[in-house]
């Protein structure tokens, strides 16, 4: 079984989970820019942190055979602050340019706040502009419905803003026909804390099917691990489906979603 993990925060985990991912048969991984567990507080910083994203992270994959792509932004947790996040979104188009940049994410929303919105449309702006693949971070808990709702009809007034070209992360079951309904894509993110366990996933995959969804771990510095994929699929294979809808589930769908992107390398008949 090969899997694709769709977002993993690589920069958190350690070589020990590169050595797991690659016994367990993951190929790729794709790492959007994220939270670094406290706020940074200059550009610079940021600057740094997008080199390690695009020059190191990649080479480390690589000793293990799994090919690393990442995404550029700065976070929904950090957009408060607008002046310095406009100032970091002033250096994203360097590294667009960047061989294993898909586009522009985790974008989106943390506590729906104007500012927080302010920051988000001059993302999504700044990727239709640029023509990038855009992957989307909803809220978390108590805040994910009305964020999710806020950010699909910030894309979907968007009129260069193409569904097929969005990926809506973290959905779950009060969410999803949000993202499902305008066309996106959708993710399930098996983050059993605070987002989705193997079971539920599962369950979501039986309720809603195979098309234009994929599953992903998001491990971070929390309570995650890359072993929520593989823990997905064999629930996901316990109750029955076909070897062709788990494959399509868990590889087909990543590679045909991220092949929309000419810097994706990895097709779904890759070996």
Not at 64 to 70: E, K, M, V
Not at 157 to 171: A, G, S, T, W
Request: charged letters at 25%.
């Amino acid at each position: 079984m090969r899997y694709i993990d769709p977002h993993i925060h690589c920069i958190s985990r350690t070589t020990d989970d590169y050595i797991f991912m690659a016994r367990a048969g993951v190929v790729a991984v794709s790492e959007p820019a994220f939270w670094a567990g406290f706020d940074r507080t200059t550009v610079e910083s940021f600057y740094d942190y997008f080199r390690h994203l695009t020059d190191y992270e990649p080479l480390r994959a690589a000793k293990y055979g799994i090919q690393h792509y990442s995404w550029m932004c700065i976070n929904a947790k950090e957009a408060e602050n607008v002046t310095l996040s406009r100032e970091v979104i002033k250096i994203i188009p360097e590294f667009l340019d960047r061989p294993t940049v898909l586009g522009i994410g985790e974008i989106g929303l943390n506590k729906n706040t104007r500012n927080e919105i302010t920051i988000f449309e001059e993302h999504v702006d700044l990727a239709a502009r640029t023509n990038q693949l855009i992957l989307i971070h909803t809220p978390h808990l108590e805040d994910k419905h009305k964020g999710t709702a806020i950010i699909t009809s910030i894309l979907k007034n968007d009129k260069r803003i193409k569904p097929e070209r969005v990926l809506i992360d973290h959905c779950e079951e009060q969410t999803i026909r949000l993202a499902r309904d305008a066309g996106f894509w959708c993710g399930l993110t098996i983050y059993p804390v605070s987002k989705v366990t193997p079971q539920r996933g599962a369950d979501l995959l039986e309720i809603y099917g195979t098309d234009k969804i994929m599953v992903n771990s998001a491990s971070d510095w929390g309570e995650s691990g890359p072993q929520y994929l593989m823990d997905t699929c064999l629930e996901y294979t316990r109750r029955g489906h076909a070897r062709a809808d788990i494959e399509k589930v868990f590889f087909d769908n990543p590679a045909r979603f991220f092949a929309q992107s000419p810097k994706w390398k990895l097709d779904a008949n890759s070996a």
